[in-house]
Nanobody, 124 residues
């Protein structure tokens, strides 16, 4: 599975961005998908995840109520709508896929495939 993330950019605090991730392969719809982010000098951290049917989602406390994850299996796409952005949301955002039939994990080592990352910069 290859993943390609896009949609990052520069936005002012309070603004919005929508990240997209397209995956290859016919088994994409079976995978748990996640979004992680990594700021300079910090470890990669979980942002949000969604199971194959979109019936279960999970969010980091820092983004709850501001970010929404969704997916379109027909298009092999997963999205992250980010509203009310804050300067502390600045990071490289990565999409990831977990090929196991498991719950939505929050640890990077639970995910098997990773996209290349897209930069999100929020100015104050």
């Amino acid at each position: 599975v290859q993943l390609q993330a896009s949609g990052g950019g520069l936005v002012q605090a309070g603004g919005s961005l929508r990240l997209s991730c397209v995956g290859s392969g016919r088994t994409f719809s079976n995978y748990v998908m996640g979004w992680f982010r990594q700021a300079p000098g910090k470890e990669r951290e979980f942002v949000s995840g969604i199971n194959w049917s979109a019936s279960t989602t999970n969010y980091a406390e820092s983004v709850k109520g501001r970010f929404t994850i969704s997916r379109d299996n027909a298009k092999n796409m997963v999205y992250l709508q980010m509203n009310s952005l804050k300067p502390e949301d600045t990071a490289v955002y990565y999409c990831a896929a977990d090929r196991s039939y498991s719950s939505v994990g929050i640890h990077a080592n639970e995910y098997d495939y990773w996209g290349q990352g897209t930069q999100v910069t929020v100015s104050s």
